[in-house]
């Protein structure tokens, strides 16, 4: 697999992820601690899209060190998150019939993507450091 393959940002846009995603952090205790006067819904939208962004900026940017295996893991991190996401919503309406004895699924769209990334960087992260 050439190196080419995979389009990724550069690696300086790492630190471009982690302010956002500081900021992100600051925001939300503020708004915990009603230190900023926003409507919480609209801060609770805030928050997350910030977040969102953050981790998706630091999953598409290049580790220090880019190689073949780096890459390699990297696409078996997006497949296995992929395959998470997709189990994941088929499987919750069967869990919600056992534990609440309902059909619907009340996960929201920032829910599962946000789980979708903690995956992703959990397996990346793991068969990095183990394979």
Do not use: C
């Not at 982690?18 to 928050?47: G, P, Q, R």
């Not at 073949?68 to 991190?77: F, M």
């Amino acid at each position: 697999m050439k190196n080419t393959d995979l389009k990724l940002l550069p690696h300086k846009f790492k630190i471009f992820g982690y302010s956002i995603l500081v900021i992100s952090i600051v925001f939300f205790l503020l708004n915990i601690f009603d230190i900023l006067f926003i409507e919480k819904e609209l801060a609770k939208n805030i928050f997350w899209n910030t977040l969102l962004v953050a981790l998706l900026i630091l999953a598409v940017s290049k580790e220090s060190i880019e190689d073949e295996r780096t890459l390699k893991l990297r696409i078996i991190a997006f497949a296995s998150t992929f395959l998470y996401g997709v189990g994941f919503i088929i499987i919750s309406p069967f869990v919600n019939i056992i534990f609440e004895g309902r059909w619907e699924n009340d996960i929201q769209a920032h829910q599962l993507l946000f789980t979708m990334f903690l995956w992703y960087f959990g397996i990346f992260f793991y068969t990095r450091k183990f394979n």
